[in-house]
C-alpha cells in the first residue's frame, strides 16, 4: 500500500449537487427547498431546536436532577485503599501523592468499606463513625 494510491471507498463520496440549473439537472424551480417559507429563503435562518414560535421541546420538558458545586472538590476514601499508602502519617497531600484521590479535592473523608489491619494516623482528613471505631480498633488515632 502506498499513500498516492489511498482513495475513498466506492460510494462514500457524492458530487456536489449544482442546484437551480434547470430542470433536467435535478434540482430546478425551487432548488429542492419545498415552496414558500421562511426556510426556503435566502438567509432563512433559525436556532436549532426552534419549532416556529411555539415552545421547544426543552423548554417544555422538567427540570430534573442536581449537580453539586462543591463534589468537585470533596473526595470519599475506603478504608481498604489506605494500604495504598506508605507509612504511619496520612494527609491530603500523601492521599493525592498516592493517587487515592484527585488533585483539586479540598477535603477527603475515610468511609467504613473493607478492613485496616495496621495502625495509621489521619491528620486534616475526616472520617466516619464506623472508619473511625475500624481505625482506632487497629491501633490508629485521628488528629483534627
Avoid: W
Avoid at 435535478?26 to 415552496?35: A, F, I, W, Y
Avoid at 438567509?43 to 415552545?55: A, N, R
Wanted: proline letters at 3%; glycine letters at 14%; hydrophobic letters at 40%.
Amino acid at each position: 500500500m502506498r499513500l498516492n494510491t489511498l482513495k475513498p471507498a466506492a460510494g462514500s463520496k457524492h458530487p456536489r449537487l449544482r442546484v437551480g440549473r434547470g430542470a433536467s439537472a435535478g434540482q430546478g424551480k425551487t432548488c429542492g427547498r419545498g415552496t414558500k417559507g421562511q426556510r426556503a429563503r435566502k438567509g432563512g435562518y433559525h436556532k436549532v431546536g426552534f419549532e416556529g414560535g411555539q415552545m421547544p421541546i426543552q423548554r417544555r420538558m422538567p427540570k430534573v436532577g442536581f449537580r453539586s458545586a462543591m463534589k468537585r472538590t470533596r473526595a470519599e476514601v475506603m478504608l481498604s485503599e489506605l494500604h495504598k499508602i506508605k507509612g504511619e502519617l496520612i494527609d491530603l497531600e500523601t492521599l493525592k501523592k498516592a493517587g487515592v484521590i484527585p488533585e483539586f479535592a479540598a477535603v477527603a473523608k475515610v468511609v467504613l468499606s473493607g478492613k485496616i489491619e495496621r495502625a495509621v494516623t489521619l491528620k486534616g482528613v475526616l472520617a466516619t463513625k464506623g472508619a473511625r471505631a475500624a481505625i482506632e480498633a487497629a491501633g490508629g488515632k485521628i488528629e483534627a
